[in-house]
């Protein structure tokens, strides 16, 4: 009776300290999440600044290609439609990855050293970085969202794409988050954060389709693209966004380059006849399945996460 009673009091003390740490692991998460969230939103310049960055990069560079298609032969392509996904996936991935930084600066000032030694699980630590990343990166994405029926047009298709996108965008700005983060916990200089982000994350960016279409590459700059998880994060969202628009355009007709006095002596049968000939621009949207964009992006987001949390776990 003794030894009954004495083990249904080491269970109920054992259920009591499992409670106990998930609570505390929970805890420690939503206070790092919380402080960093606080903190990039009180950080006036950064808020305004990565929210006008990619609007700039939509719309000037955006119109800046579309005119050169126009000028190439590339016709009406609707370029700025293209690069929309492209321009919330690096959205997602500079804001993501450079949030990081706030670890840097937490070991400068010596507030990590006081979280890793605190009853926190370092675990905990770790995700709260990470969500607190991927949420600064939403916002920003959002932000650009609210652009979304001003380029597709107002209607439920434009709002259920927009709803769709939005889990989408998270689920990639964690796995970024991740990078940053691993890399960020065996750093000591601050300055040096930007510089290997940089060497990291502006291949990746170029080689993910988010800019130009990957088509008709050299052979080695496909196996690169390939091998970017970024490049499926990017198919991921533009299969989404650019479902059942059409940014194929034709290429600029013969009779265009014609002189108008001339133009006007070809009778509208050799007209019609020509245009049926005038080939068209062909832009894919999506190069892999969306299951298998899906798969490659969740499997790098938790591999990534996974190192992540086992380099905070290194740490001393």
Known sequence: MAEAIEMQDRESTQEYLHRNNTKRAMTGVYMVWL????????????????????????????????????????????????????????????????????????????????????????????????????????????????????LFGFSLNSLAKIIALIPLALLLAIGMTSIGVAIAANMESMEGFPVIMNLLLLPMFFLSGAMFPLQGLPGWMTVLTRIDPLTYGVDMLRGIALKGVN?????????????????????????????????????QTQRYPLWLDLLIVVGFSVVMLGIAIWQFNRQE
């Open 35 to 150: 402080r960093d969230l606080k903190r990039f939103w009180r950080d006036t310049p950064r808020r305004i600044g990565t929210t006008v960055q990619p609007i700039i990069y939509l719309f000037l560079l955006g119109t800046g290609l579309q005119a050169a298609f126009r000028v190439f032969g590339g016709g009406n392509v609707q370029f700025i439609k293209f690069m929309f996904p492209g321009i919330l996936g690096m959205t997602v991935l500079f804001t993501s990855v450079f949030s990081a930084i706030s670890i840097l600066w937490d070991r400068e000032f010596g507030f990590l050293k006081e979280i890793l030694v605190s009853p926190v699980p370092r675990a905990s630590v770790a995700v709260g970085k990470i969500f607190g990343g991927a949420t600064q990166a939403m916002m920003q994405g959002v932000i650009l969202l609210i652009l979304f029926p001003f």
């Open 247 to 283: 940014v194929t355009g034709t290429t600029s007709s013969i009779i265009s380059k014609i002189p108008k006095n001339l133009a006007a002596q070809i009778s509208p049968q050799a007209k019609a006849a020509i245009a049926k000939v005038t080939p068209k621009v062909s832009i």
